[in-house]
T-cell receptor, first 115, second 115 residues
């Protein structure tokens, strides 16, 4: 991918509700992957979920799922049943070139979960 | 040790001083990456090692920056003659080839403040 766009600087959600974080990407690669990471205030980037461009099913990992729309070049993260511990920065990322040697990240979305 | 360790967690230095950061990857991971994250942005790729070989460097890595991984285990990132623009979070990550589908494992980062 050459560019990752996250248009929501901040989002908030009520505890136990679902929230969708948007991500669009720009790539000319035929085969690519998309990653979502969570960054709490401690600073560590925590891998959440991965979607391959040829995967026929949308990826799911527990409460995280990807709404992958290849034609629209979007890979939105859906968090179901939000918890207070989900409050963090969320980054969408993709390989910068054909391999997985380096990732390009979006600017991130800060999610606040309210009780 | 099951994670990527970075030391120190925080560093405050005066402009013009040299600083060195250390990263200890997961022991069986032969790939190691350095990223820089400025406030409000996603991480940006700096450089990557496979074992002890530095295989790629970003243009962001000016000649004041040097990274080493002498024995293919831990890595150091040195910044000489620090400038205020170097203030950022420096993140290290490691991976094993073929596990790109599952993303990297990141450390908690070193937050550098140049005063």
């Amino acid at each position: 991918a050459q560019k990752i766009t996250q248009t929501q600087p901040g989002m908030f959600v009520q505890e136990k509700e679902a929230v969708t974080l948007d991500c669009t990407y720009d790539t000319s690669d035929q085969s690519y992957g998309l990653f979502w990471y969570k960054q709490p205030s401690s600073g560590e980037m925590i891998f959440l979920i991965y979607q391959g461009s040829y995967d026929e099913q949308n990826a799911t990992e527990g409460r995280y799922s990807l709404n992958f729309q290849k034609a629209r070049k979007s890979a939105n993260l859906v968090i179901s049943a939000s918890q207070l511990g989900d409050s963090a920065m969320y980054f969408c990322a993709a390989p910068l070139s054909g391999g997985y040697n380096k990732l390009i990240f979006g600017a991130g979305t800060r999610l606040a979960v309210h009780p | 040790d099951t994670g990527v360790s970075q030391d120190p967690r925080h560093k405050i230095t005066k402009r013009g001083q040299n600083v060195t950061f250390r990263c200890d990857p997961i022991s069986e991971h032969n790939r190691l990456y350095w990223y820089r994250q400025t406030l409000g942005q996603g991480p940006e790729f700096l450089t990557y090692f496979q074992n002890e070989a530095q295989l790629e460097k970003s243009r962001l890595l000016s000649d004041r920056f040097s990274a080493e991984r002498p024995k293919g285990s831990f890595s150091t990132l040195e910044i000489q003659r620090t400038e205020q623009g170097d203030s950022a979070m420096y993140l290290c990550a490691s991976s094993v080839p073929g596990q790109g589908d599952y993303g990297y494992t990141f450390g908690s980062g070193t937050r550098l403040t140049v005063v």
